[in-house]
């Protein structure tokens, strides 16, 4: 396997899918992530790290087990100890086609193995702006005026937005041209969040979170509102993804009227 920035255009259809939009954006260099192939000309697997989601990713195909040994052998060696000089010790992922999940679980006989249902909604319609905030509290689009102030310090918990996106992108010209983002700020607090974190093709998955103080107070709504409205103003569908044990997220994405469109799932263990 060969670490490497991202692929062009003519070498990346064998390992994308558009169902998962956070590591085949990786793979098309749309977004920020980690990424390696077996072979940088004609790749036939891919393995994505998204920040963003948390976790690595499995995208393409295996065709017999001496490639599947291969790929074990270098998980161990290399991506296991990649966790382990950032402090993590278990490896989180998910199996992007069908053809290789067969073998990735075989790869990993041995472990004690955790999973869970990973569910994928999008929406490809406006919301009608039907919210009101609570009083003091200010919706602003992450454009550059907002920008300017978080990076001249004018709010308190600024690492709120910052990590979210500079571990996306890399910098606000890259989320500005390729992404959307609204805060809801509190004085010079930002209490609430909602971010497209990747982008392939024209599909956009979500990062939406509130501070524990402003929880309860409908602001997610409020913020898929905006987000929803303005991809569909700039053509963009928005993705929304959660894991089963997540209930609040799904109803939250079930209120604003996305669609169930796809299921997955999520595993992990320790190494």
């Keep these: 396997m060969i ?43 891919a393995i994505a790290d998204s920040y963003a989601v948390g976790s690595f990713a499995f995208l393409g195909s295996i065709n017999n087990e001496d490639e599947n040994m291969t790929l074990r052998n270098y998980i161990i060696s290399d991506i296991f100890n990649f966790l382990k000089q950032k402090g993590i010790y278990y490896f989180e992922y998910s199996v992007e086609s069908d053809g290789l999940k067969p073998y990735i679980q075989k790869m990993f006989e041995g472990k004690k193995i955790q999973s869970e249902k990973e569910y994928s909604f999008r929406i490809t319609e406006s919301i009608n702006k039907n919210y009101l905030l609570p009083d003091n509290l200010k919706m602003q689009r992450v454009d550059f005026d907002l920008w300017s102030k978080v990076m001249n310090g004018e709010f308190i918990n600024d690492s709120f937005l910052t990590k979210r996106l500079l571990e996306s992108w890399g910098s606000f010209d890259n989320f500005e041209k390729k992404s959307i983002g609204f805060c809801i700020t509190y004085l010079d607090n930002i209490v609430a969040v909602i971010i497209g974190t990747a982008r392939f093709k024209n599909i956009i998955p979500i990062d939406i979170e509130t501070i524990d103080e402003f929880k309860h107070r409908g602001l997610g709504y409020s913020l898929t509102i905006e987000f929803v409205n303005q991809c569909i103003q700039r053509g963009l569908i928005a993705q929304w993804d959660c894991v089963e044990s997540n209930s609040i997220s799904r109803k939250l994405a079930e209120k604003a009227a996305f669609k169930l469109f796809n299921e997955n799932e999520v595993f992990w263990f320790q190494i």
């Design 3 to 45: 670490k490497i920035e991202s692929l062009s255009e003519g070498q990346y259809e064998n390992i994308i899918n558009d169902n998962c939009p956070s590591f085949s954006g990786i793979v098309a260099g749309e977004c920020k992530g980690n990424l390696w192939v077996d072979n940088i000309e004609k790749p036939k697997i």
